[in-house]
């Protein structure tokens, strides 16, 4: 990095962390006969960004050409991820997860014409059998045959039919790493949160469920029933009412976050990097900071300084 950038970076990128946790993944493909159908089941059943209340979430990866999926036919790479309770045992926020994952697959993916779903991560820590909560949508008349070189089971359908791999792989991977963009425009916003998302998808590995997200939360709240509410510190119309007490830098007035989920640390670091170097120098972005609560949220913290050594 040159003198200049450098510069930059100590200007712009406050001295703090972005704050992180554990979380169970898959990495799958999802082909279909053509390129609508592929972006409909990709975006649908990624679509809701859900881990803080429970759920699960995911983002695609990457969008495939036929070259590269196992049936030859056009595709998504996709990642759906779990929370870990840090009360509970693996096995049983394994389990909670295997059954989200399936809601996602049979109502998302499934419903679409010609679709299929293939295991994408060769370093598995474990595998999820899929003919329990989805293979028996065939109400017992699937059935298992090798396709394209995997076991995959076939659920028929009206339109004939469903293909999913027989066994998915999970792992842990790092999960909620974010950065936050401090704008003065919103023409600013825009070209930051589309510039960082073209950044942060050049490193392989990683997803951002959320894409640019107005909503940034913090871990307590006034109203439980919710979950995570908004942060109300960093919300700059709140100014009237809160007064000194807003956390928020004189003339900004857009703070948009983006929050990564990723395979690996290094992976989730790279990204971050990629994605705040992008909206440095972007007119109308002021700062760039990130959300982190003292270690309520997870144990993971990375440093944004410290991505540019």
Known sequence: MGDLDKMSVNSKVEDTYAEAFAGVFCRVIVTADDERTVRSAAEDSTA???VVIGRIEGGVEKWLGEKETPDHRKGALLQFWGGLDPKKRFSDSLKKFEAELSYRIRQDILVKPFTAVFDALPDAEGKLDMMTRVGHCGDGYEWVEKRSGREVIIVPLM????IIERYLGYARGVMG????VMCKTKEALRKAGKKALEAIHTVNGVVTPFDVCSAGSKPETRY?????????SYCPSLKPRLGEALKVPDGVHYIPEIVINGVSMEA???ATKAG???VLNIDGVLRVSAGNYGGKLGAYRINLRELFP
Do not use: L, M, Q, R
């Open 159 to 162: 339109v004939p039919d469903f």
């Open 268 to 270: 989730v670091k790279a």
């Open 48 to 50: 809701t960004p859900s």
């Open 224 to 232: 439980p029933i919710i979950g995570p509410t908004t942060n109300h």
């Open 276 to 278: 705040i170097e992008a």
């Open 177 to 180: 790493a974010n950065f936050w």
